[in-house]
């Protein structure tokens, strides 16, 4: 993920930038990043894993979006704005939907890591989820065709939950019950 500009901006002046541009911008820390073009390798993961999620989620009261959809992340300890575009998030608090994006903190965000954005995903965006209270982060890569699985712990900090690479089922902590195999993640890529 590269910055749109290399100067702190307001959270007014992003969204004003937002209104002239066709990129999917994120702002995170007065930062303004743009989003890297979506390959086909990244859409065909993305699909799979939104459609693997939706079958389990069906007839429950959590729901699976898939980008692009604004979060605002919203803590009532954190006093910033910070708005992300994830590939995949799950939401199960309805309350933070408006017409245009999300207000809150998604349960569960999928990233799918890119060349350009592997830094970013890895460690601002932990980060950032950790702080803000995402429950479980997925970190999939498409080069190593492998999925790392984080999950907050009783002192809200990120513990590895699951890490598979190549072959095996992950297993989410925050969806009991939930598991994927990576044949049905990568199946176009292996």
């Given at each position: 993920?590269?910055?749109?500009?290399?100067?702190?901006?307001?959270?007014?002046?992003?969204?004003?930038?937002?209104e002239n541009c066709e990129q999917l911008l994120e702002y995170i820390d007065e930062y303004i990043y743009m989003s890297p073009s979506h390959s086909i390798k990244h859409q065909r993961i993305s699909g799979n894993l939104y459609i693997k999620f939706r079958e389990f989620l069906e007839e429950k009261t959590c729901e699976v979006f898939h980008a692009p959809v604004?979060?605002?992340l919203k803590n009532e300890k954190i006093d910033r704005t910070t708005i992300v575009i994830p590939d995949l998030c799950i939401i199960c608090d309805k309350n933070g939907f408006t017409d245009s994006k999300y207000i809150g903190?998604?349960?569960?965000?999928?990233?799918?890591l890119s060349p350009s954005n592997q830094t970013h995903d890895l460690i601002t965006k932990l980060n950032l989820y950790m702080n803000y209270g995402v429950q479980e982060y997925w970190i999939v890569n498409p080069m190593l065709n492998s999925v790392?699985?984080?999950?907050?712990?009783?002192?809200?900090?990120?513990?590895?939950?699951?890490?598979?690479?190549?072959?095996?089922?992950i297993t989410s902590h925050f969806l009991k019950g939930f598991h994927v195999d990576l044949k049905d993640i990568f199946q176009d890529n292996i």
């Open positions: 993920m590269n910055l749109y500009r290399n100067d702190r901006v307001s959270v007014q002046d992003y969204f004003e930038i937002r604004d979060i605002e903190v998604p349960n569960l965000i999928v990233e799918i790392s699985i984080y999950a907050l712990n009783e002192e809200k900090l990120y513990i590895q939950h699951d890490m598979k690479t190549e072959i095996g089922k």
